[in-house]
């Protein structure tokens, strides 16, 4: 947290978190007001399980010298909790590249003040490299290290109490929660008696609700996909996948147990599961784990019956199509943020839901301008780079799958050779093309060949570009990933071959 401010405003807020009006810091801690103001905390496992702490500064106006959470400090006025997180881990820790998990909000209220508290948590082998402004120290404790010191006046009482809430409780109990308010509001909408019984549960289908999740974030390539460095355990189809579920008991599936693990390797790694799949695959192993196969309507084919049969994966929102509508749709002068053309803004998924009906491509605006044989209906326009064949029906497929906003594993790989056709451009087709292409490519630089591309490698602006070093970041409203940009310094540094 910062050190003390004479002028330093605070938002203040009511316990959802809606800001209600400002207050001085000073009046915000001086004991009397007990003003509600939010306030982020991150922990940071790392894969061994052990938990970062930080020693806060002697500086500080509130618990100097004691242990505290990884991270913590202040929301700014306008704020998302997200935002201040990712603020805060930088400051504190040079922490900017991790995937943090919402763990929930509390009131939390001591003699000095009252705190609206946002939890995080994420696992990382990133070693923090401390501020010594913010922070005096700070180390990784074992579990078993913290709980032996609590009570001993060694940490803050916060980290305590939030320790004791969060961590203390086995996993089991967290998504037993989870799983029971999904069991209470399905039997509401099932039945009259609102008896929360797994029996009368809508089935959970493995072709539809199960393996996709599977494919998408697990079975990637150099993963779970049976071939890479995962290959002992393969997600890629359903006689794979059951080799590490025990139907009818989650709590003894070894699958489960990995995705749901706070203390060890939490799989996917670099993004764990939102909690409603983890919740449904729970729920699909208690109903016993059936290779259910539901009806088909896309035309994919995508039934992986067989056992062993393959699955074609299905369209992922943030890897697979918000890219490609940034690039092609989103661009200045058209459906960004500023020109919104004809009220249109494709720049996030909620704006780009005011042009689909999920489950209805052909109901669609998005999908029925793209798939348009011409006229002024079609879009992009004529003289616009057009979207592929394969992105139209990536799109059409994604809307018929209900248009879920998900965010999927991707496929990123800096240990084999990095090459041009088979790792830098396909990431350029999705994500850079759309702009820089045409007679009215952005910026006046085109990038519609390898030859463009070796251009600017060669001078620096492609990876300046991609980074944000003493230019705008591209892509413009959707950056690549870490390990992207890494893929490109590792092509450009090997001399930025045509292979």
Not at 206 to 233: E, K, M, Q, V, Y
Not at 298 to 309: F, I, L, P, Q, V
């Amino acid at each position: 947290m910062k050190n003390f401010i004479p002028e330093e405003w605070f938002p203040v807020v009511d316990e959802e978190g809606n800001e209600t009006g400002k207050a001085l810091r000073n009046v915000c801690h001086d004991g009397k007001s007990m003003l509600l103001h939010p306030v982020v905390h991150l922990h940071l496992f790392n894969r061994g399980g052990e938990l970062f702490l930080q020693k806060r500064a002697k500086t500080k106006d509130i618990q100097p010298g004691k242990w505290d959470t990884s991270v913590g400090g202040h929301m700014s006025s306008g704020e998302t909790p997200y935002e201040a997180l990712m603020r805060e881990a930088g400051e504190e820790l040079g922490l900017n590249d991790f995937v943090p998990e919402f763990l929930g909000k509390y009131v939390w209220k001591s003699s000095r003040e009252r705190e609206l508290v946002n939890s995080f948590s994420t696992i990382s082998d990133f070693v923090p490299v401390i501020n010594k402004d913010e922070i005096d120290e700070g180390r990784f404790w074992s579990i078993g290290e913290i709980k032996e010191n609590l009570g001993k006046d060694l940490f803050t009482p916060n980290f305590e109490h939030e320790f004791m809430i969060r961590f203390m409780k086995p996993d089991k109990i967290y998504l037993s929660l989870s799983f029971l308010i999904l069991i209470t509001v399905f039997s509401w909408f099932t039945s009259c008696s609102h008896v929360a019984d797994i029996a009368n549960l809508p089935e959970v289908c493995f072709t539809g609700d199960i393996l996709p999740i599977f494919i998408n974030n697990c079975a990637i390539s150099g993963c779970h996909d049976g071939a890479g460095r995962g290959s002992r355990s393969a997600f890629n189809n359903y006689a794979n996948i059951i080799r590490d579920i025990t139907p009818g008991n989650p709590d003894a599936s070894t699958a489960y147990q990995a995705i749901i693990s706070k203390w060890g390797n939490r799989m996917p790694p670099r993004q764990p599961l939102s909690i409603d799949n983890r919740t449904k695959i729970r729920v699909w192993i208690e109903q016993g784990a059936s290779e259910t196969v539901c009806t088909d309507t896309t035309g994919t084919g995508g039934t992986g019956g067989g056992g062993g049969g393959s699955y074609v994966a299905r369209a992922c929102f943030s890897r697979d199509i918000l890219p490609v509508i940034v690039s092609h749709c989103a661009t200045t002068g058209c459906h960004d943020a500023a020109s919104h053309k004809e009220g249109y803004n494709y720049t996030t998924y909620a704006n780009i839901m005011n042009s689909v009906s999920p489950g209805n491509p052909g109901a669609s605006r998005l999908y029925t301008v793209i798939s348009s044989s011409g006229g002024e209906s079609k879009m992009p326009p004529s003289n616009s780079p057009q979207l592929s064949v394969a992105q139209i029906d990536s799109i059409g497929k994604w809307i018929s799958y209900g248009a879920l906003n998900e965010t999927c594993g991707e496929v990123c790989d800096t240990i084999n050779p990095v090459t041009f056709s088979g790792t830098i451009w396909p990431i350029m087709q999705t994500s850079c093309t759309g702009c820089h292409s045409g007679t009215s490519a952005g910026g006046g630089i085109v990038l519609a060949n390898y030859a463009n591309v070796q251009t600017i490698a060669a001078n620096g602006n492609l990876v300046n570009s991609i980074t944000g070093s003493g230019v705008p970041k591209m892509p413009v409203g959707g950056a690549l990933s870490t390990c992207q940009i890494r893929e490109f310094e590792i092509w450009v540094n090997s001399g930025s071959l045509n292979n």
